[in-house]
């Protein structure tokens, strides 16, 4: 089956440094989103990239299919952006998504 | 528009006990997804339903769970005679259909005791 996954596990920051998390998957992709999970907190979709570049805000996404990665760019860090950032990729037939283990990324004052 | 919704958001049962799970999908949604989620396993596929009907069940641990889609505005996962195991954050997700993006609910943290 279909596995992810993210580098690094964790990353810190001062606040307005630029951050670079990375997402490997082993099989072709139709849908890739990026997550956003607040410590005990709900997961909130960032992006959903399957493939190219996208931007929303802060946050520019670029997905390389045939490469079978995907990044995640987040410039102008703020200490709000604290929390764990999951890639998932979807099941081409069943449509079920499989997680990355995510990137716990801690932002300074 | 409320997003998924799920109920209860925490429910602590006694081992042996059952507890039932509720998600209520995005109005218009054809897909509903139910994962869990613990520290040590990450996030799990459980089951998905399209249209209502059950499509892929192949991450359910088959004895105790079970999951419906009675009609197209809830869905429930029942897990019998619950064990310290089972403890986690129960997730629902809808989308419009597959290969578009999933929406999460803000899970239900079952503690079995």
């Known amino acids: 089956g279909q596995q992810v996954q993210q580098s690094p596990a964790s990353l810190v920051l001062q606040e307005g440094e630029n951050a670079e998390l990375q997402c490997n998957f082993s099989s072709t992709a139709t849908q890739l989103q990026w997550f956003y999970q607040s410590p005990g907190g709900s997961l909130v979709s960032l992006l959903s990239n399957p493939s190219g570049t996208k931007h929303t805000g802060r946050l520019t996404s670029t997905t390389v299919t045939k490469e079978r990665r995907s990044s995640l760019h987040i410039s102008s860090s703020q200490t709000t952006d604290s929390g764990t950032y999951l890639c998932?990729?979807?099941?081409?037939?069943?449509?079920?998504?499989?997680f990355g283990d995510g990137t716990v990324l801690t932002v300074k004052p | 528009n409320a997003g998924v919704i799920q109920t209860p958001r925490h429910k602590v049962t006694g081992k042996g006990q059952e507890a039932t799970l509720w998600c209520e999908p995005i109005s218009g949604h054809s897909a509903v997804f139910w994962y869990r989620q613990t520290i040590v396993q990450g996030l799990e596929f459980l089951t998905y339903?399209?249209?209502?009907?059950?499509?892929?069940d192949s991450g359910m641990p088959k004895e105790r769970f079970s999951a419906q889609m009675p009609n197209q505005s809830h869905s429930t996962l029942k897990i019998q005679s619950t064990q310290p195991q089972d403890s986690a954050v129960y997730l629902c997700?809808?989308?419009?259909?597959?290969?578009?993006?999933?929406?999460f609910g803000p899970g239900t943290r079952l503690t079995v005791l």
């Open positions: 339903f399209r249209n209502q009907a059950p499509i892929d």
């Open positions: 997700a809808s989308s419009l259909d597959t290969g578009v993006e999933q929406y």
């Open positions: 998932a990729i979807e099941d081409t037939n069943t449509g079920k998504l499989t």
